[in-house]
């Protein structure tokens, strides 16, 4: 799953951001790591390069351009933003992500959407914590060196003039993770919805706070076992990760939001609402912590949504009898009853069945065909408890759902092929009239001309905007369009398609595994069944 990060800086120092980048820091402190002679330690293994900086370094080219331009000057100045996308894990081993492949894939995204800016672009093949997911640190200076176009994350015509400076606003990081969900779907990676928030939000803060917090324990505790004393705790939690236990037990047991304070309150937390938002309030802190810091289970949205499904179930329980328990009648039962439940089948996934028969004559050893019939076993229960659960009564009915959930996949793969369509459409409009509007004053200066030497001189002093315009006129008319959109309504229109094929995106990648789920389910019924007739063959051959 991709993430992406932005962090913006000001240190005045240039130079520190590549330093960090291509040298080994501690993770707690973010000083760097030094040797035995107090040298630098350069990082293992990195990619890393430099744009828009031509000859020069890049910490070197960024001071030379805010002398030019009179920019970050000041110490409140946000000299530089950082931004980091991170991969999966995974996309490594299963999607065949390598450390190049995520630069190449850095280096175009910072072209793409930081344009103008002097840029530093770093790949490093692991995490600080060793998690092993490739990331991409893209540093770019928050002054722009050139002109460039108006992108749909920029709001104002400063967005785009040489000699302004980067903003990163909350459109912008939207729009932002909107591509890199983009990109990660292109490259076949695995990728999160980074448009919604997240179940328990755990911010940068609360991470290194852990980190340390989890760090100092392990100290304390190496220095209670020399001393052969008892560790008494040996998880550290932060006050937030308390404060979201304390939450949960209290929610798992109240019936209505009145039920739920009078648990939280026995806790000590004070639960309060304003505005339609809840925050919470702990004895040792005057300020109380928003539930939007805490994630979204704990807003008034997911709270209610729990409270009403508590009172549901206990409305049910208190309705139908509880049922009389029974015991085991003797020691080998209850045994027996652990075994069975520990041998049943995980219903969490069905493979395909191995054609054994196929296997030995492509010349698989003995050792290969145990493993298959063990496999063929496993896969055997995980397909008939599917075809129980989903009320299959006949193969018949398995090909009919099978074919449904195809033409659903089908249709909704139509759909989403639609709508990147329309927003592949919608953004050439985009550029073209981005570049149309661009030449407004060439166009409104050719006007004043009186004469037609004036004009045919005109012409020619500003002969490259009269030809993208000319261009972007063809555009129009070969769109039809006869009168032009208004910007902000386009890029309004081309951010909810964004939305809309994201969404279409997740609910095909659901219908696809379904469908996948139905073709191994069918595969697998189709060998069982043919192998029914060999078994009763061979036992008549017994007789």
């Given at each position: 799953?991709?993430?992406?990060?932005?962090?913006?800086?000001?240190?005045?120092?240039?130079?520190?951001?590549?330093?960090?980048?291509?040298?080994?820091?501690?993770?707690?402190?973010?000083?760097?790591?030094?040797?035995?002679?107090?040298?630098?330690?350069?990082?293992?293994?990195?990619?890393?390069?430099?744009?828009?900086?031509?000859?020069?370094?890049?910490?070197?080219?960024?001071?030379?351009?805010?002398?030019?331009?009179?920019?970050?000057?000041?110490?409140?100045?946000?000299?530089?933003?950082?931004?980091?996308?991170?991969?999966?894990?995974?996309?490594?081993?299963?999607?065949?992500?390598?450390?190049?492949?995520?630069?190449?894939?850095?280096?175009?995204?910072?072209?793409?959407?930081?344009?103008?800016?002097?840029?530093?672009?770093?790949?490093?093949?692991?995490?600080?914590?060793?998690?092993?997911?490739?990331?991409?640190?893209?540093?770019?200076?928050?002054?722009?060196?050139?002109?460039?176009?108006?992108?749909?994350?920029?709001?104002?015509?400063?967005?785009?003039?040489?000699?302004?400076?980067?903003?990163?606003?909350?459109?912008?990081?939207?729009?932002?993770?909107?591509?890199?969900?983009?990109?990660?779907?292109?490259?076949?990676?695995?990728?999160?919805?980074?448009?919604?928030?997240?179940?328990?939000?755990?911010?940068?803060?609360?991470?290194?706070?852990?980190?340390?917090?989890?760090?100092?324990?392990?100290?304390?505790?190496?220095?209670?076992?020399?001393?052969?004393?008892?560790?008494?705790?040996?998880?550290?939690?932060?006050?937030?990760?308390?404060?979201?236990?304390?939450?949960?037990?209290?929610?798992?047991?109240?019936?209505?939001?009145?039920?739920?304070?009078?648990?939280?309150?026995?806790?000590?937390?004070?639960?309060?609402?304003?505005?339609?938002?809840l925050s919470y309030l702990t004895p040792d802190r005057t300020k109380p912590i928003t539930a939007r810091k805490l994630g979204d289970d704990f807003d008034r949205v997911a709270i209610l949504e729990a409270l009403t499904i508590?009172?549901?179930?206990?409305?049910?329980?208190?309705?139908?009898?509880?049922?009389?328990?029974?015991?085991?009648?003797?020691?080998?039962?209850?045994?027996?009853?652990?075994?069975?439940?520990?041998?049943?089948?995980?219903?969490?996934?069905?493979?395909?069945?191995?054609?054994?028969?196929?296997?030995?004559?492509?010349?698989?050893?003995?050792?290969?065909?145990?493993?298959?019939?063990?496999?063929?076993?496993?896969?055997?229960?995980?397909?008939?408890?599917?075809?129980?659960?989903?009320?299959?009564?006949?193969?018949?009915?398995?090909?009919?759902?099978?074919?449904?959930?195809?033409?659903?996949?089908?249709?909704?793969?139509?759909?989403?092929?639609?709508?990147?369509?329309?927003?592949?459409?919608?953004?050439?409009?985009?550029?073209?009239?981005?570049?149309?509007?661009?030449?407004?004053?060439?166009?409104?200066?050719?006007?004043?001309?009186?004469?037609?030497?004036?004009?045919?001189?005109?012409?020619?002093?500003?002969?490259?905007?009269?030809?993208?315009?000319?261009?972007?006129?063809?555009?129009?008319?070969?769109?039809?369009?006869?009168?032009?959109?208004?910007?902000?309504?386009?890029?309004?229109?081309?951010?909810?398609?964004?939305?809309?094929?994201?969404?279409?995106?997740?609910?095909?990648?659901?219908?696809?595994?379904?469908?996948?789920?139905?073709?191994?389910?069918?595969?697998?019924?189709?060998?069982?069944?043919?192998?029914?007739?060999?078994?009763?063959?061979?036992?008549?051959?017994?007789?």
């Amino acid at each position: 799953m991709a993430t992406f990060k932005h962090i913006s800086s000001k240190n005045a120092d240039y130079g520190a951001a590549e330093q960090y980048l291509t040298f080994e820091h501690d993770e707690f402190t973010m000083k760097p790591t030094l040797d035995e002679t107090g040298r630098l330690i350069p990082r293992d293994d990195y990619r890393i390069s430099s744009l828009n900086c031509g000859d020069e370094d890049f910490a070197i080219a960024c001071m030379r351009s805010n002398l030019k331009y009179g920019k970050n000057q000041k110490r409140e100045d946000v000299k530089s933003h950082h931004y980091i996308i991170s991969f999966d894990p995974r996309d490594a081993p299963d999607n065949g992500l390598t450390v190049d492949r995520a630069q190449a894939l850095g280096e175009e995204f910072c072209k793409t959407h930081f344009p103008g800016h002097q840029a530093l672009v770093c790949t490093h093949p692991d995490g600080h914590n060793h998690s092993g997911n490739i990331h991409v640190h893209i540093v770019i200076n928050s002054l722009r060196i050139a002109e460039v176009p108006l992108l749909p994350y920029m709001e104002r015509p400063a967005d785009t003039r040489e000699g302004c400076k980067h903003r990163c606003t909350d459109a912008a990081m939207e729009y932002f993770k909107a591509e890199v969900m983009e990109m990660c779907h292109r490259e076949n990676l695995y990728q999160i919805d980074l448009l919604h928030g997240s179940k328990n939000r755990i911010t940068e803060r609360e991470y290194w706070a852990k980190r340390k917090g989890q760090a100092a324990l392990d100290k304390e505790n190496a220095s209670q076992d020399a001393t052969g004393a008892p560790p008494k705790q040996t998880k550290f939690e932060t006050d937030k990760e308390k404060l979201r236990r304390t939450i949960g037990a209290a929610l798992s047991s109240a019936v209505s939001f009145e039920d739920f304070s009078e648990k939280l309150l026995q806790q000590g937390v004070t639960v309060k609402e304003s505005r339609g938002r809840l925050s919470y309030l702990t004895p040792d802190r005057t300020k109380p912590i928003t539930a939007r810091k805490l994630g979204d289970d704990f807003d008034r949205v997911a709270i209610l949504e729990a409270l009403t499904i508590n009172a549901q179930n206990a409305a049910r329980a208190a309705e139908t009898p509880a049922p009389r328990q029974e015991y085991p009648r003797s020691i080998k039962d209850r045994l027996q009853r652990n075994k069975a439940a520990i041998n049943a089948p995980k219903n969490d996934g069905v493979q395909r069945m191995v054609d054994r028969e196929a296997k030995r004559a492509e010349g698989k050893g003995i050792g290969y065909d145990r493993w298959a019939a063990v496999h063929n076993l496993k896969q055997m229960a995980a397909t008939m408890s599917i075809y129980e659960e989903s009320g299959f009564s006949s193969p018949e009915e398995l090909e009919a759902a099978l074919a449904a959930a195809s033409a659903e996949l089908n249709s909704v793969h139509a759909k989403l092929k639609a709508v990147e369509s329309t927003l592949r459409e919608k953004k050439d409009l985009q550029k073209q009239l981005l570049a149309y509007i661009k030449t407004k004053p060439a166009r409104d200066g050719l006007k004043a001309q009186k004469t037609e030497k004036a004009r045919k001189n005109y012409r020619e002093q500003n002969e490259s905007d009269f030809i993208i315009a000319e261009a972007a006129t063809r555009f129009f008319k070969a769109q039809g369009i006869q009168k032009l959109p208004a910007f902000k309504a386009l890029q309004t229109e081309i951010e909810q398609l964004t939305k809309e094929k994201n969404a279409l995106y997740n609910e095909y990648r659901e219908k696809r595994e379904r469908t996948k789920e139905l073709q191994t389910v069918k595969g697998n019924i189709e060998q069982i069944l043919r192998r029914e007739p060999e078994r009763g063959k061979g036992r008549e051959n017994e007789r």
